[in-house]
T-cell receptor
Framework: DSGVTQTPKHLITATGQRVTLRCSPR?????VYWYQQSLDQGLQFLIQYYNGEERAKGNILERFSAQQFPDLHSELNLSSLELGDSALYFC????????????FGPGTRLTVT | GQQVMQIPQYQHVQEGEDFTTYCNSS?????IQWYKQRPGGHPVFLIQLVKSGEVKKQKRLTFQFGEAKKNSSLHITATQTTDVGTYFC????????????FGDGTTLTVKP
């Protein structure tokens, strides 16, 4: 158990819908990262937040957005869903000053039908 | 943009054989991390390398960072069935930029 929690574990929805994935970082970690992992694919970095502010952006689609709240939990919003958005979405957090040391949550498996 | 290539994509070994995966970056890296993801699981942080030429060991695992800080390797001695999974490297060009690039991973299967 990494200490990072993600909900829900599984999500099945239809094309065109909108979903919200939630992540709570490890206690004391200020940074939250979001990644997408498609079947048999590597990890694609989406976005990072640090203490409530966006810090870095990766290959995140315009249909996707995220935010980090004052209590440091983060949400990833995916809208106008397409079949190709089906994937595992991981959240990770890192200790202050150790950005490379990321602790991943169990992931949310999104299936778009 | 920065690219991190990892080879091989798949490796099948007999239990007891050694295994090595290589990570190559198109640009000089500030540091590099290695992660292991078991089937159905999430990536687990293994180690971070920062210095040019650095070598670190964790039991049967040996991690190396190249002198030019553009490549890295993970070597497992005498593999066990518990070593199965996908090993990812992640390279940072600039830690302050807050963005790392993951390799596509090497999936290791071990035949008992």
């Amino acid at each position: 158990d990494s200490g990072v929690t993600q909900t829900p574990k599984h999500l099945i929805t239809a094309t065109g819908q909108r979903v919200t994935l939630r992540c709570s970082p490890r206690s004391g970690d200020l940074s939250v990262y979001w990644y997408q992992q498609s079947l048999d694919q590597g990890l694609q970095f989406l976005i990072q937040y640090y203490n409530g502010e966006e810090r870095a952006k990766g290959n995140i689609l315009e249909r996707f957005s995220a935010q980090q709240f004052p209590d440091l939990h983060s949400e990833l919003n995916l809208s106008s869903l397409e079949l190709g958005d089906s994937a595992l979405y991981f959240c990770a957090s890192s200790p202050r000053g150790r950005s490379g040391e990321q602790y991943f949550g169990p992931g949310t498996r999104l299936t778009v039908t | 943009g920065q690219q991190v290539m990892q080879i091989p994509q798949y490796q099948h070994v007999q239990e007891g054989e050694d295994f090595t995966t290589y990570c190559n970056s198109s640009t000089t890296l500030s540091n590099i991390q290695w992660y292991k993801q078991r089937p159905g699981g999430h990536p687990v942080f293994l180690i971070q390398l920062v210095k040019s030429g650095e070598v670190k060991k964790q039991k049967r695992l040996t991690f190396q960072f190249g002198e030019a800080k553009k490549n890295s390797s993970l070597h497992i001695t005498a593999t066990q069935t518990t070593d199965v999974g996908t090993y990812f490297c992640a390279g940072w060009r600039d830690t302050n930029a807050g963005k790392s690039t993951f390799g596509d991973g090497t999936t290791l299967t071990v035949k008992p």
